[in-house]
């Protein structure tokens, strides 16, 4: 058994949301939250952690090396501990956190539930994948199942007693989604469907503790027009219901397969067979053709939650690091190292490990920071108490952040895994200690729910284009505020951000530049680049932040070590993190295309 704990960071998710986000106040400014205040936010968070810490950590572990299993019927057998974990949440009200009361959630803020997320996630990702896919698909039903089904059907997946999947990905047809193949060809019965066709990637495709499962599968009609407008959207479940939600005969819809992976073991990550050995009847979702725009309603949220997925894992690494950090003791003390006879000293106090220990810490608390922001911007961007203009403008900074929020914290979060195995050296690579599973589990993060380079290219070609520039513009602007307002007590880090940030403008002219030129491959060359660059500068910009709250408190009386840790977070990121945003943008407008020659991998 390993000898480090799983540990919620409560000190650093509290001050992130309250103390520098305000966001009790600024969520107590919307109607609807009107019943919710602090300590009640505070007391939902710390539950979270106590089941974070108590049910979900204790199953990670031997969830991972269990796995799952199907039948020969296509039952799946989830790991030993889940069932009762699931009732935990169902019980708990954790699968419908920030669903509305009518169809049995809690209505809770998106920014408290991501809170919740990360530390559930944090504890088991495997896991926490079935609630998080089940809670998307309810709200898909929610808004566009057939009326009848609305409500009770939503309401059954938002308490647990059935679970809920995303079938997008086939073979030969992932990201491309448009090349989708199922088919779907309509009944005599209004809205109903035979689908034929097989699914695969499909997270929570099954599992052995909810009586159903309802799938949110596309596919294309008959004479649909190719591509992504000949996409529909269909609502098929395991298990057919009548209108009083009473199961009757299994569908056609049956896993065959379990994909073997790298990572996320105890997630059953199925091959979805649809009329393969029996009709699989599927209802419509809104009309024919409009499958894409409804599945992209949860494309900002799935992503997002990626994101937090990312970050997660990163939190955990680190706690994990600085915990063994603290008590590993090895090798002498850099001053004495060269005496045989000097006391021998914990592996913190070597300089190599905590330079290690700090990046870990760095990105761990902007990459929260960023997340809890966008979070919050989306509850208040939905809030008919805000002026209409501010609401646009809050949803716009979203879109904007989205790629950044979902790519750059995957990439990110699996490097801090990776920094976590190196500290704690031989016993990182080894199943005793956790980081090897979180650096096996965080690899996926970066390829589902769109790729990184997806993300990369939708914030390069549509993101910086959308409004005219206007939702990059904005953002420029206001974080040139931001640097403005804290010159004063940052002189140096606040030059070095708007230097950088004035670096990331011209970058984005640069590139737009050569796509207004017709070289769109060199443009998107650079996407990825692009992306890592902005996304650096955008998490200074939280440590800036960041240390003008801490440093404001201190100045009033509320002196800490963690305070004072802020402060240091900020003097680290610009001085050892900020330059590679620098030497990106230089890269990019040196205009190499090298890689681009048709002779080269021929």
């Not at 099954?206 to 959207?233: E, K, Q, W």
């Not at 002498?332 to 913190?348: G, L, T, Y």
């Not at 940030?501 to 970058?507: D, I, K, P, S, Y």
Request: hydrophobic share 40%.
């Amino acid at each position: 058994m390993s000898s480090i704990a799983f540990d919620a960071d409560l000190q650093d998710i509290f001050f992130t949301v309250f103390e520098q986000l305000d966001a009790d106040g600024r969520l107590g400014e919307i109607a609807r939250f009107a019943d919710f205040d602090k300590e009640t936010y505070q007391a939902t968070v710390e539950e979270a952690a106590r089941i974070a810490t108590e049910v979900l950590n204790p199953i990670n572990g031997p969830g991972d090396r269990q796995g799952c299993k199907v039948d020969d019927d296509g039952n799946v057998t989830t790991p030993e501990g889940y069932a009762e974990a699931w009732r935990t949440f169902s019980e708990g009200g954790w699968i419908g956190m920030n669903a509305d009361p009518e169809v049995g959630g809690v209505g809770l803020p998106n920014t408290i539930a991501m809170i919740c997320t990360e530390l559930f996630s944090s504890a088991a990702t495997a896991f926490s994948m079935y609630p998080g896919l089940t809670a998307g698909a309810a709200r898909l039903v929610h808004k566009f199942a057939p009326e009848a089904w609305q409500l009770p059907v939503a309401t059954k997946m938002f308490t647990g007693e059935w679970g809920g999947t995303m079938c997008l990905t086939e073979a030969g047809a992932g990201t491309a989604v448009g090349d989708n193949r199922t088919r779907a060809t309509p009944t005599d019965e209004p809205g109903v469907y035979l689908l034929e066709g097989e699914k695969i990637f499909i997270s929570g495709g099954d599992a052995d503790f909810y009586d159903n499962v309802v799938h949110m599968v596309l596919a294309r009609t008959p004479d649909a027009p190719s591509g992504s407008r000949g996409i529909s959207i269909f609502l098929v479940p395991k298990f057919e219901f009548d209108d009083d939600m009473n199961l009757g005969e299994r569908n056609g819809a049956k896993v065959v397969g379990l994909e073997h992976k790298m990572g996320i073991n105890g997630s059953a990550t199925c091959v979805l067979a649809l009329g393969a050995d029996k009709p699989c009847k599927g209802w419509l979702l809104g009309e024919e053709g409009q499958g894409l725009p409804i599945m992209f309603h949860l494309m900002n949220e799935a992503r997002i939650g990626v994101g937090v997925q990312g970050q997660s894992v990163a939190a955990a690494a680190y706690t994990y690091a600085l915990k063994y950090a603290k008590d590993r003791v090895q090798g002498a003390s850099v001053e004495n190292f060269k005496n045989p006879d000097a006391p021998r000293v914990a592996i913190i106090e070597h300089p190599d490990v905590r330079r290690m220990l700090m990046t870990m810490k760095v990105l761990v608390e902007t990459m929260r920071a960023l997340l809890y922001r966008v979070a919050l911007y989306e509850d208040l961007s939905h809030s008919d108490d805000l002026e209409e203009s501010k609401r646009k403008k809050l949803a716009n900074r979203v879109d904007l952040l989205v790629p950044i929020a979902k790519a750059h914290c995957t990439d990110l979060g699996f490097d801090v895994c990776v920094t976590g195995v190196q500290v704690l050296g031989g016993y990182g690579y080894i199943n005793e200690y956790p980081l090897e599973q979180l650096v096996r589990d965080a690899k996926i993060m970066s390829i589902y729910e769109g790729t990184n380079g997806v993300q990369a290219m939708d914030l390069l070609g549509r993101k910086l284009r959308m409004k005219g520039g206007a939702l990059f513009m904005e953002w420029l602007g206001d974080s040139q505020k931001l640097v403005q307002k804290t010159s004063g007590d940052f002189p140096a880090e606040a030059e070095a951000i708007g230097k950088a940030l004035g670096h990331v403008g011209q970058t984005a002219m640069h590139l737009g530049a050569l796509g207004q030129k017709g070289k769109l491959a060199d443009a998107m060359l650079q996407a990825t680049p692009f992306q890592a660059m902005m996304g650096h500068v955008v998490l200074a910009l939280e440590a800036l932040d960041q240390a003008r709250v801490a440093k404001a408190k201190i100045e009033a009386g509320e002196d800490s070590a963690y305070l004072h840790g802020k402060l240091l977070n900020l003097t680290f990121f610009v001085k050892n993190l900020l330059p590679e945003a620098i030497a990106t943008g230089k890269a990019i407008q040196s205009g190499d295309t090298s890689c681009l020659d048709e002779r080269l991998f021929a």
